[in-house]
T-cell receptor, first 110, second 114 residues
Framework: RKEVEQDPGPFNVPEGATVAFNCTYS??????FFWYRQDCRKEPKLLMS???SGNEDGRFTAQLNRASQYISLLIRDSKLSDSATYLC???????????FGAGTTVTVRA | GAVVSQHPSWVICKSGTSVKIECRSL??????MFWYRQFPKQSLMLMAT?????????EQGVEKDKFLINHASLTLSTLTVTSAHPEDSSFYIC??????????FGPGTRLLVL
């Protein structure tokens, strides 16, 4: 079983729409959680960290459910520039190692 | 600006040759760096942890004799793919952590082995 699993999508949405997707992680000892964004042929870039209380950064809202071991990302008022692959990332311990999901592809159309 | 650089950004080589990829942290020291590999439409997979001044630690299934890692200074780690074969063609990315929640990724190196 993969450590981090995501729905690969793609999610094709019109501009202005809301899109949401989840990921699940298998290791209950995981301590830190992130959403990264990866554009085609580029390195991943941190979008936001995810906290148990949930957190929001502009149009992006992330939630963590430790009991069910899933993480969600919601994008409101989608922009064309939001088109990318979103990577769910989990860190097991304090050794800085990251485990990546395969990514969820989002395409926002005009 | 970039805080982690990688060189080269892409390389094409013949099967059997060795390829060296450099990862540099800019403006900060990194005693630990990570090397990842990403195949098309797949997740980044951690290959190894590069430790300054000591041996690298490799993830299960990664051949240490094939992927040589050297972390000779606090700002430079190198990954050498020895005797590269077409199945080694991939996107190689390094990263350097600056705390638990801050990890900087290099721009990646795209390797194509013919």
């Amino acid at each position: 079983r993969k450590e981090v699993e995501q729905d690969p999508g793609p999610f094709n949405v019109p501009e202005g729409a809301t899109v949401a997707f989840n990921c699940t992680y298998s290791n209950s000892a995981s301590q830190s959680f992130f959403w990264y964004r990866q554009d085609c042929r580029k390195e991943p870039k941190l979008l936001m960290s995810v906290y148990s209380s949930g957190n929001e950064d502009g149009r992006f809202t992330a939630q963590l459910n430790r009991a069910s071991q899933y993480i969600s990302l919601l994008i409101r008022d989608s922009k064309l520039s939001d088109s990318a692959t979103y990577l769910c990332v989990v860190s097991r311990s304090n050794d800085y190692k990251l485990s990546f999901g395969a990514g969820t592809t989002v395409t926002v159309r005009a | 600006g970039a805080v982690v650089s990688q060189h080269p950004s892409w390389v094409i080589c013949k099967s059997g040759t060795s390829v060296k990829i450099e990862c540099r942290s800019l403006d900060f020291q990194a005693t630990t760096m990570f090397w990842y590999r990403q195949f098309p439409k797949q997740s980044l997979m951690l290959m190894a942890t590069s430790n300054e001044g000591s041996k690298a630690t490799y993830e299960q299934g990664v051949e240490k004799d094939k992927f040589l890692i050297n972390h000779a200074s606090l700002t430079l780690s190198t990954l050498t793919v020895t005797s590269a074969h077409p199945e080694d063609s991939s996107f190689y990315i390094c990263s350097a952590p600056l705390g638990i929640e801050t990890q900087y990724f290099g721009p990646g190196t795209r390797l194509l082995v013919l």
